[in-house]
């Protein structure tokens, strides 16, 4: 079970965010393959962007799979929304879904 406050502390990161990366590390030192694979992503796009280091709490870390009942890190939110980990992420770039997403979101120029 996880913690109430970390439930609303996650809560508050996600909508307090435009968009927000629950990943293990950081964006400059990545601490996973998959967690690297969607900051370079969000870079590449060249957006603002928060992140979150599951890996300095681990009430955070199993709070995040409670909050989006998604089993895995990383995990990327827009304007409050879950999108997806890394492999729903890549799939959208590749697709230009998630540029069309942050079009949409007023989040890069159209």
């Known amino acids: 079970m996880t ?3 970390t439930l ?3 809560r508050q990161t996600v909508q307090s965010n435009d968009i927000v990366l629950f990943m293990k590390g950081d964006p400059m030192f990545p601490q996973c393959g998959f967690s690297s694979v969607v900051a370079r992503v969000l ?3 060249k957006v603002e962007y928060a992140s979150v ?3 300095e709490d681990m009430n955070v870390r199993e709070g995040i799979k ?3 009942d998604w089993p895995t890190i990383p995990q990327l939110y ?3 929304e879950f999108v997806g ?3 729903i992420v890549k799939e959208m770039f590749e ?3 998630l540029q069309a997403l942050l079009k949409e979101k007023g989040l890069i120029a159209a």
């Open 43 to 45: 870079d590449h796009l």
């Open 53 to 55: 280091n599951v890996l």
């Open 85 to 87: 980990g890394c492999d």
């Open 95 to 97: 697709a230009g879904e």
């Open 78 to 80: 827009v304007k409050g």
């Open 3 to 5: 913690d109430p406050a």
């Open 8 to 10: 609303d502390s996650i």
């Open 66 to 68: 409670a909050y989006s």
